[in-house]
Structures are given as C-alpha cells and as structure tokens.
C-alpha cells in the first residue's frame, strides 16, 4: 500500500525511499513486531478464554510436559499470521505475483493447522486432522504454487534446479518441477511442525532463517547482484524481502510469548504456515538446496522421526530414546532451555553455511 506512495516522489522527493525493497523489509519488521506485542496479550486472554485446557499435551511424551506444559493455549501462529499479513498489506508491492503464490501458501497452511489445532483442542486429544486429508490440502497447495512460480518465471529456468556453489550446474526437470517444488514445500512445513515441542525451540530457527532469505530474496531479485555474485537471477522475487522481513518482525514478537515457560504455543497453525512459507521462497528464488543448508535442523528433527519409526517397524528398536531429536536429549537429562538455545546456535552455524554459498563459486 505505501509502495504507491513512490508514484508521488516526482511531487514529494523523500516518498522516493518507498520505492527501496531494504526500507519496506525494514518497515515490515518493525510493523509485524509492533502488531505482535500490541495486539498479542489480548490474543492470548482471547485463546485461553475460548479453549479452557488449552493445547492437549500428548501422555507417550516427556514426563515432565504433563506437568509444566498442561493448560498452555495453542493457535499462537493466529498471532504471527495477523503481523506478517498486516506488514505485508502495506509495506509490500501488491502487483507482484510472487508475494500473493507465497502469501497464498502460508494462509492456506495456515487454515490447514488451524483446523487441526481446532480439532485437538475441541476434542481434547492430540489426533486432530487426518493425516492422509492434510497431506492431500498441503500437495494441492504446494502444487499449485509451484504451477505458479513456473507460469511466472523463464523457461526453462522456471523448472530448473539450480546448485548452490556450482554456477553452472542448473539441471531442468520439466515438469517434474512441480512434485519436487511440493515435496520441498510440503516437506518444509512439516519438518518445522516436528521441530515445534519446546518452548521458543521452533520460532528461533524460523526468524534465523527468515533473516537468511532476507538476503538471498533481495539478492537473487537484483540484476546487478546475481550478474556480480554470479546467481541465477529472478525478476520479481526481490519483493519476498519485504515478506521475510515481516516473519522476522511477527517471529520476534512471538517469542516474546513464547519464551520459556511460555504463555503461548504457536500450535500447527504457526508451525505449518511458517514452514510453507519457508519452503514457498525457497522455491521460488530457486534455492531449494539452500533451504536444506539453512533448516538443517528441521531435516535433523524430520529425519529422527523417519529413522525412529523405520528403525522400530523393521527392527523393533529404537535409535533414540525419543522422537523428533530435541525429546532424546530431553531424556538424556538436558533442560529445555539447554536444548533451546544450543538448537539455535546450530541453526545460526547452518545460516552462515547457507550464506557462504553466496560468493563460493
């Protein structure tokens, strides 16, 4: 909305820093996070009221959760949705099509989480959605963003996977680019959603990631960046700055609820959304690859639980003492907030790993 105030720089010259992507992601941020912390403790007394047990906690968990956890309302991602589509709305260019696919992609996983949480939360147990129904709403999502991005993009760029540190390896997969780009995006949601089990353990990697493709949305949409750095460049995807700065802003906001003991859980309604939108960017900037650098420790937690269940199926032993990773070193006698903290320094070590990719070609 203010992007159209740089119609007017001709009249009024300062209204000509509207047109800046770096001014409006900053805008963005400090938008989310105002909204957030405003607006958040009426959010919470909101949730509570209307959920009374508040999130069911799951009885073949931690112990412990039972005790400390119980009680603590969930939806919270209600809270992250509303700053970053506030931000969004007026700090974003609304005539590009990759902030709406993106957008599109985080309400529509959103809505899946919210009516999952609603269910666990009615219900009062932790079965909520069925797996098979919310697997086939996040592919038909996934899918069609990705028809989107490659409508919008070059060919055969558009159906290209690109290779971070090889400039030139770029291999196009045709029309297999939309079961890959869902599987990346279908993926990235859940493994976000695995992640989401302890108290500001989610959020953090979310907001490092978040400032990760910050950078590589602005780079990836300037001509005169990806021809120096030597990227694949794609027109238009530079507005996705503005997107990422608002998670970053909502995220920071969010947390500050969410600190342990939190006041708050974002429940499947922010972890599916977020993870969406994740993957939705990674897509569309082509860095897909990327992705897996930077989220690493929401592969670790995905492919814990993927082990542990393959591992007990064909062996009737566990690899873990528990699944997804953070509850085995809940077990192994680490406190949250050790495990908090030390999963967030991996994800900072991931994020520069992602952004070294940058200049090493």
């Not at 899918?143 to 919008?152: K, P, Q, V």
């Not at 890959?180 to 353990?201: E, K, P, Q, Y």
């Not at 590589?216 to 960046?225: A, L, Q």
């Not at 499947?268 to 897509?283: E, K, R």
Request: glycine share 12%.
């Amino acid at each position: 909305m203010l992007y159209w105030l740089a119609g007017l720089s001709g009249q009024v010259s300062v209204l000509n820093v509207f047109r800046y992507i770096t001014f409006r992601a900053g805008g963005a941020t400090l938008t989310a996070l105002a909204f957030v912390l405003l607006f958040g403790p009426n959010i919470i007394d909101l949730l509570r009221a209307r959920q009374g047990k508040g999130q069911p906690i799951r009885t073949d968990g931690p112990q412990s959760h039972l005790i400390t956890k119980i009680g603590t309302p969930t939806m919270g991602g209600l809270m992250i949705l509303f700053g970053v589509m506030v931000a969004v709305l007026l700090w974003a260019n609304l005539t590009n099509p990759y902030v709406w696919v993106v957008l599109g992609v985080t309400l529509g996983y959103g809505m899946i989480g919210f009516y999952d949480d609603y269910l666990k939360v009615t219900k009062q147990t932790h079965g909520g959605f069925s797996g098979r129904a919310r697997l086939a709403f996040e592919a038909a999502i996934a899918l069609l963003a990705c028809y989107a991005f490659a409508s919008l993009g070059r060919p055969p760029f558009s159906t290209s996977l690109a290779f971070p540190v090889f400039k030139e390896l770029i291999f196009d997969l045709g029309w297999f680019f939309l079961v890959f780009g869902s599987i990346v995006i279908i993926g990235a949601a859940n493994a976000v959603n695995l992640t989401d089990g302890l108290d500001g353990l989610a959020i953090g990697p979310v907001i490092i990631a978040s400032g990760t493709f910050v950078v590589f949305s602005w780079v990836v949409g300037n001509f005169v960046w990806t021809d120096y750095l030597q990227l694949n460049y794609v027109a238009g995807t530079g507005e996705l700055t503005v997107l990422c700065g608002a998670v970053i802003g909502a995220g920071i906001g969010f947390l500050w609820f969410n600190a342990p003991p939190a006041s708050i859980f974002m429940g499947d309604t922010g972890s599916l959304a977020l993870g969406g939108l994740l993957g939705a960017t990674a897509v569309a900037i082509k860095q897909e690859i990327v992705l897996a650098i930077v989220g690493g420790l929401f592969v670790l937690e995905a492919v814990s639980v993927i082990v542990q269940v393959g591992s007990f199926k064909l062996t009737g032993k566990r690899v873990f003492r528990m699944a997804p990773l953070h509850h085995h070193f809940e077990q192994k006698g680490w406190t949250e907030p050790q495990i908090v903290i030390r999963f967030w320094i991996i994800s900072m070590i991931l994020a520069m790993a992602g952004l070294a990719t940058l200049k090493l070609r």
